[in-house]
Structure formats: structure tokens, C-alpha cells
């Protein structure tokens, strides 16, 4: 399986950015969905994840600022992200796995994309 992830980008703190994620699995519609973040000197994080029923979780930072949705038919998962502070700042990677259970731990998922770059200013 290939992820590839797009939609990176510098804006400044409050704005928003849509990251993009497409697949070339043929399970697509199976897996769940996550995306991860990591910033320089940090480890991987995950962000949020959406099950193939569209079941979403996300991580206590987030705060309702930040939406996943996925398109089975597109074999695409989204990241809208909303109120982006500078902490946010980090490369932002898709990962996929199988099952539904939406999991936060890296080594769950099996395919990871290429990372976009997120960058917000103060």
C-alpha cells in the first residue's frame, strides 16, 4: 500500500490547512485511517484516526479544533485542521491499518506516507 500525503504548508497561528491523504490499497475501505505528526526533536505523535465505519478519534490537543474524514470511493482521508497554533508545527504523516479499531500507537500501522510539512507562525 502507498500513502501519499499532501496539503502541507506555512500559515500563521489561527489560520487553517487541509491535508489530503490517497491510498492505492485495494482494502482501502477496510483499514483505518490515522494520522501522526512529528515535530523536530519530538517523537511521533498521533493526531487522529478514522475507522472504516467512520468512527473518529483524536488526540486530547486537539480539541475540537482539527476534523477527520475519509472518501472510500476516493480512497482519500482528510485532515481539516482549524485554530492552528505554532505548536502544531510539525511533518504530518497518514498511516494505515487493518481492522477498525482506531489505535494511537505507531506501531500499530503497517503503511505510512511521505509527511507534509506543517508550519504555523505567531
Known amino acids: 500500500v502507498q500513502l501519499q500525503a499532501s496539503g502541507g504548508g506555512s500559515v500563521q497561528a489561527g489560520g487553517s490547512l487541509r491535508l489530503s491523504c490517497h491510498s492505492s490499497?485495494?482494502?482501502?475501505?477496510?483499514?483505518?485511517m490515522s494520522w501522526f505528526r512529528q515535530a523536530p526533536g519530538k517523537e511521533r505523535e498521533f493526531v487522529g484516526g478514522?475507522?472504516?465505519?467512520?468512527?473518529?478519534d483524536y488526540a486530547d490537543f486537539v480539541m475540537g479544533r482539527f476534523t477527520i474524514s475519509r472518501d472510500n470511493v476516493g480512497k482519500t482521508v482528510a485532515l481539516e485542521m482549524n485554530k492552528l497554533k505554532p505548536e502544531d508545527s510539525a511533518v504530518y504523516y497518514c498511516?494505515?491499518?487493518?481492522?477498525?479499531?482506531?489505535?494511537?500507537?505507531?506501531?500499530?500501522?503497517?503503511?505510512w506516507g511521505q509527511g507534509t510539512l506543517v508550519t504555523v507562525s505567531s
Open positions: 490499497g485495494d482494502s482501502f475501505s477496510l483499514n483505518t
Open positions: 478514522i475507522s472504516w465505519i467512520g468512527f473518529a
Open positions: 498511516a494505515s491499518k487493518k481492522g477498525s479499531n482506531v489505535l494511537q500507537e505507531t506501531s500499530s500501522y503497517s503503511d
